[in-house]
């Protein structure tokens, strides 16, 4: 039984990964479940067997990169390494989302797929405000410690995401990532200003 569950988890990765690969090259319109099942090796029943159509298939590959997002951001605070440098991990998480290529793609196909079709951006968006965001968990136990001064914990971590998104997130899906070393700097930049603001030390 187990085995079997196993089984069925690993088609439905593959043919989400086949679908995937046929969104960023062919769009989400020129994209068929006749194709998805071609790319996935697996028969058009059986794709039906897992998702009920290629507009599921989308909203469970963005929830998918959503957890993967949501997960990278689980940084434990700790008292012994500088605030900074702490901060600078939960920079990195975002700034990685765009860093890799099949990533870019997937989030320009479902953009535009979530213009065209504004029930699946709707359903996104729940999905995405029913995640924990471990950066306001961080904030207040920094905050507890006495090195940060947050007093509305969601609101400032929802400033140091805007700082990062503005830069590293909707300009690459536009124009292709940052080069690295003047991200660094505006990474620094971006973390100083924060610090400012919320810091105390």
Not at 96 to 111: A, F, I, N, P
Not at 130 to 155: F, I, Y
Request: charged share 30%; aromatic share 10%.
């Amino acid at each position: 039984m187990v085995r079997k569950k196993r089984d069925t988890s690993a088609k439905r990765e593959s043919i989400l990964d086949a679908a995937i690969d046929a969104f960023i090259e062919f769009g989400f319109e020129k994209t068929s479940m006749d194709l998805i099942a071609e790319r996935a090796n697996s028969s058009k029943r059986t794709v039906y067997n897992h998702f009920s159509s290629k507009e599921s298939l989308i909203e469970e590959a963005f929830n998918r990169f959503l957890r993967g997002a949501f997960e990278s951001k689980n940084i434990e605070y700790d008292p012994q390494k500088s605030i900074e440098d702490q901060l600078g991990a939960f920079a990195d998480s975002k700034m990685k989302l765009t860093e890799d290529s099949k990533q870019l793609g997937l989030m320009r196909v479902t953009l535009c797929a979530f213009i065209t079709h504004p029930l699946m951006a709707e359903r996104a968006v729940l999905f995405s405000d029913s995640q924990e965001d471990g950066l306001v968990k961080w904030l207040k136990k920094a905050t507890l410690d006495g090195r940060m001064n947050v007093k509305d914990p969601a609101l400032a971590a929802e400033s140091f995401w805007s700082l990062f998104a503005g830069t590293f997130f909707w300009p690459p899906i536009v124009r292709g990532p940052i080069e690295k070393k003047a991200g660094q700097k505006l990474k620094t930049e971006f973390i100083r200003l924060f610090l400012a603001r919320y810091g105390n030390e």
